[in-house]
């Protein structure tokens, strides 16, 4: 594969995953219902995910090094992706919540 058709495919996936990301976002503003403590964290999850891939549509090929394109870029990167990864950790706690606290609900919440 051609470094052009490279550059070309990496560009149509972020694009795809912001649009799916915004997607989630819509979902949440459109839809009050789902306004719950689970899809909130996963509204937030989603935003990060959409700016980070920001960041890769609105320079898609490399800029050059210290340009203000490129710390711009960096800084994105550098912002968003470890978000979206504190994110997960804390769908993942919310997760581990709901099931202990369920666990202890039903009596079985002793373990030794």
Same mark, same amino acid.
């Given at each position: 594969?051609? +470094?052009?058709?490279? &550059?070309?495919? @990496?560009?149509?996936?972020? @694009?795809?995953?912001?649009?799916?990301?915004?997607?989630?976002?819509?979902?949440?503003? *459109? !839809?009050?219902?789902? *306004? &719950?403590?689970?899809? &909130?964290?996963?509204?937030?999850?989603?935003?990060?995910? =959409?700016?980070?891939? /920001?960041?890769?549509?609105? !320079? +898609? %090929?490399? +800029?050059?090094?210290?340009?203000?394109?490129?710390?711009?870029? =960096? /800084?994105?990167? %550098?912002?968003?992706? +470890?978000? %979206? @990864?504190?994110?997960?950790?804390?769908? %993942?706690?919310?997760?581990? =919540? &709901?099931?202990? @606290? =369920?666990?202890?609900?039903?009596?079985?919440?002793? *373990?030794?």
């Amino acid at each position: 594969m051609s +470094p052009e058709t490279a &550059t070309h495919v @990496i560009f149509a996936e972020h @694009i795809f995953a912001m649009e799916c990301s915004l997607f989630i976002c819509f979902s949440y503003f *459109r !839809f009050t219902e789902l *306004r &719950t403590v689970g899809f &909130t964290l996963v509204f937030f999850l989603s935003l990060c995910d =959409a700016l980070g891939n /920001l960041s890769y549509v609105v !320079f +898609p %090929s490399e +800029p050059e090094e210290g340009t203000a394109k490129c710390v711009t870029q =960096a /800084l994105m990167v %550098s912002l968003f992706t +470890p978000a %979206s @990864i504190l994110w997960s950790l804390a769908i %993942s706690l919310q997760i581990y =919540a &709901t099931v202990r @606290i =369920a666990d202890i609900e039903e009596g079985d919440g002793v *373990r030794e």
